[in-house]
Nanobody, 131 residues
């Protein structure tokens, strides 16, 4: 049984940085999408950083709202993903969830930004950015 566990959330001032980690207790194929979603109060859950590995290349995708500020990385040997968040803004305040799907992806594929496409979810970690 796969369980995802996030860590690294916290409170930071605008312009600061945080690094989130997500570890899996079970094996997740390198070619499966792993992703970071976030959900602010009263808003829908949205995918902000996603990626999969095909061959030796890690393909990553970002929502426009975080492009250039967030970076997703993956340690396939450790079944873990990370989210380095920089230049944080108050609007980045949300609960952040890591997720994994169960479909193999190949070069040219995109990772879905729909939560319904993902099978495994972590419990979430809170990120709060003050102005």
């Amino acid at each position: 049984q796969v369980k995802l566990v996030e860590s690294g959330g916290g409170s930071v001032q605008a312009g600061g940085s945080l690094r989130l980690s997500c570890a899996s207790t079970g094996y997740i194929r390198n070619s499966y999408c792993m992703a970071w979603f976030r959900q602010a109060p009263g808003k829908e859950r949205e995918g902000v950083a996603l990626g999969y590995t095909y061959g030796y290349t890690f393909y990553d995708f970002y929502d426009d709202s975080v492009k250039g500020r967030f970076a997703i990385s993956r340690d396939n040997n450790a079944n873990a993903i990370y989210l380095q968040m920089s230049s944080l803004k108050p609007e980045d305040t949300a609960s952040y969830y890591c997720a994994a799907d169960t479909r193999p992806h190949a070069r040219g594929d995109n990772c879905s930004t729909s939560p319904s496409a993902y099978t495994y979810w972590g419990q979430g970690t809170q990120v709060s950015v003050s102005s």
